[in-house]
């Protein structure tokens, strides 16, 4: 008996291990570790589980110095959480970064906006009122690829953009998603800045005018590169265009998820680079919100009349849930930016329904 549950416990030890190897140190026994040894103790676990390596001693105590500050914030932010369902932060691979390191490559500033820009735009959208259901999920119709990784490159306008666009031609082929060329857009869309980002809506426009081929034809690199030609033939995905949501209105930004995953612009601060699972709130985005990363919203949902969005990030699956992030959605935020500013300025790809047109004459 005894040695039948000891080899239970030793499979599920096994499992256990095959299935965190992104990140195996929960964030609830990161309290455990508070004397130094115990810390680098818990560094030297973390470099292991990252496959994490040093140049010599002298960059490895730097590296440390920076792992214990970023310790200190996951760990007192954590100490405020309420409920469950309230976001946590964990040590993942972004850990051994200071925050300036990191938003200096993955971060690139695009916009400021202040109280001063909530104007709504001078066109009438009408697409504040819809017909919305409790919740929604695209990942669930096959719209969603795999959760991509930009890498050390600010590239997260074009996966943002190919979310959005993967998401859209599989609605209207019916068909399961395609992984789309981030790639392309990089070294193509000449009205962004590449590895030092850009807006999703100009990837949208430069498709419309080139179409884009698969990601297998188009391997990412994540860095600035020459814009390769591409054959005719290779064009996986066409659009008509792009639509803006209506700017600062959540209830607009839920009736266009109502029809498509959409991309958009937001405030990434620490909070978000730690991010872990639970419902981000985004306590540390007031005043002024400094527009620095795009990601897909690819849903809705709602737990115990806590209302979210359902967004896919482009930082990996071993980022916050599977790649994934839940945001606080139907912000009381009266400013109407939504969290960090997600509702501010939402965009899609639009194209038409493919029609079969029958040929009378020929039948
Ligand atoms: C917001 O307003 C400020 C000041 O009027 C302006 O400089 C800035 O470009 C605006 N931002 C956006 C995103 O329109
Ligand atoms: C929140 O979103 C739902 C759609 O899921 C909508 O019916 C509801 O009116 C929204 N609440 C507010 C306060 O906007
Ligand atoms: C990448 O290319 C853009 C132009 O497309 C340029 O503005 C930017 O400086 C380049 N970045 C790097 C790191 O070379
Ligand atoms: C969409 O919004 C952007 C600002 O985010 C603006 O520059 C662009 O002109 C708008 N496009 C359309 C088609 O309204
Ligand atoms: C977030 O806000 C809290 C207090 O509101 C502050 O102590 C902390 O430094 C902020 N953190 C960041 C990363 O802005």
């Known amino acids: 008996m005894t040695s039948l549950v000891s080899k239970l416990l030793f499979l599920l030890f096994l499992c256990y291990s095959m299935i965190c190897l992104s990140s195996c140190i929960p964030s609830e026994e990161l309290d455990r570790f508070t004397s130094e040894e115990e810390v680098l103790g818990l560094f030297q676990l973390w470099q292991k589980e990252q496959g994490r390596e040093y140049e010599n001693l002298e960059g490895e105590a730097k590296r440390f110095e920076i792992f214990k500050e970023n310790l200190k914030y996951i760990r007192e932010t954590n100490a ?46 009408n697409d504040e009122s819809c017909d919305a259901p409790p919740s929604i999920d695209w990942r669930r119709k096959g719209a969603v690829t795999k959760v991509k990784y930009q890498g050390d490159c600010g590239s997260c306008w074009a996966f943002a953009a190919t979310g959005a666009m993967e998401g859209l031609n599989a609605i209207v082929t019916g068909r399961h998603s395609v992984s789309l060329s981030d790639q392309q857009l990089v070294d193509c869309v000449q009205t962004a800045k590449g590895c030092d980002g850009g807006w999703p809506y100009r990837a949208f426009e430069w498709v419309a005018e080139n179409g884009i081929v698969k ?29 803006n949501v209506t700017w600062f209105s959540e209830k607009a930004l839920t009736c266009a998820t109502v029809q498509q995953p959409i991309s958009v612009v937001l405030e990434a601060k620490d909070e978000f680079r730690f991010y872990e699972g639970g419902i981000f709130e985004g306590k540390n985005c007031t005043g002024t919100i400094r527009i620095n990363h795009a990601v897909t919203i690819v849903g809705y949902d709602s737990i115990e009349d806590r209302d979210y969005w359902i967004v896919r990030n482009s930082w990996g699956r071993d980022w916050g ?43």
């Open 80 to 125: 405020k959480r309420k409920s469950p369902f309230d976001h946590r932060l964990g040590l993942n691979k972004f850990a051994d970064l200071s925050y300036e390191e990191f938003s200096k490559t993955l971060l690139p500033e695009l916009a400021v906006i202040t109280h001063d820009n909530i104007t709504k735009q001078s066109e009438e959208l």
């Open 215 to 243: 990601e297998a034809d188009y391997l990412y690199t994540a860095t600035n590169g020459t814009c390769k030609p591409t054959k005719e033939k290779q064009i996986a995905v066409t659009l008509t265009g792009y639509k």
């Open 321 to 363: 849930l599977d790649g994934y992030m839940y945001i606080k959605r139907n912000s009381s935020n009266s400013l109407g930016f939504g969290v960090c500013g997600i509702a501010a300025f939402g965009a899609y790809p639009t194209k038409e329904k493919q029609v079969v047109k029958l040929d009378y004459a020929s039948i």
